[in-house]
């Protein structure tokens, strides 16, 4: 398949056009032809993630992290290089989608995490960046949750002004943290990188299903996957 056709198809289902991020979404390392046969999936564009990639067959990479963020890339130095060397060393094209990712309601982090925690009654909350990422959800006993992954501890004051009885997240700051308490916020800090596999897991297999190209999830092998918290 035609690596232009996949990424429009991650453009359109993202709506990525629409929001004003602090990525750079979309390709963000080009390759050399453009027929793509497997996608990789993952949540950081690693060294060690595009070497998976690679292995897995993968001609394509799509993360939630990329390298790329707000004016670009300055100089191709460090990290940085030693991620784009091994992009092109294996040929593997780069795309890399940000706040689209945890806002979308079909695929996104945060109602994907809101869904596998059995969450109903979902509506969209919390804003970042002038965008609008994280949701609010009800447990069976009429508990109200909020939830927004990766590292936005900043929110749990909002959660409790929204009436939620807990917040979830992935991480938190010690000030944050002490800000929660303050605010008789119940926070669930479930892991950065934990709570947001499930956008790119739930991308792949939207993917796969719509395009009919073979996707593959590329685990961290030394973070273990997210079990659920226990919600009272």
């Known amino acids: 398949m035609k690596l232009e056709r996949i990424t429009k198809w991650l453009d359109d289902v993202l709506d990525v056009k629409s929001f004003s991020d602090v990525s750079n979404n979309g390709v963000q390392i080009a390759r050399t032809g453009d027929d793509v046969k497997k996608v990789a999936f993952g949540v950081d ?6 070497e998976a990639a690679a292995e897995a067959g993968a001609q394509l990479a799509v993360v939630h992290h990329g390298i790329s963020w707000g004016g670009g890339i300055a100089r191709i130095v460090d990290g940085v290089y030693n991620v784009v060397a091994a992009a092109m060393r294996h040929n593997v094209a780069l795309y890399g989608v940000h706040l689209p990712l945890d806002a979308s309601h079909a695929y996104g982090n945060n109602y994907e995490l809101a869904r596998y925690l059995g969450l109903k009654n979902l509506k969209p909350a919390f804003v970042y960046h002038g965008e609008t990422i994280g949701c609010t959800g009800t447990l069976p006993n009429g508990k109200k949750v909020g939830v927004c992954s990766g590292g936005a501890g900043e929110f749990a004051a909002d ?74």
């Open 159 to 232: 959660a409790k002004n929204l009436g939620c009885d807990i917040y979830i997240t992935g991480e938190a700051s010690w000030g944050e943290v002490i800000m929660a308490e303050n605010a008789g916020m119940q926070m669930i800090c479930a892991g950065h990188y934990a709570t947001e596999t499930f956008g790119v897991k739930a991308l792949a297999k939207a993917m796969k299903k719509s395009l009919r190209v073979d996707t593959v999830f590329i685990p961290r092998p030394d973070i273990p996957n997210l079990q659920p918290p226990r919600l009272p």
């Open 45 to 50: 564009a690693s060294v060690t993630f595009i």
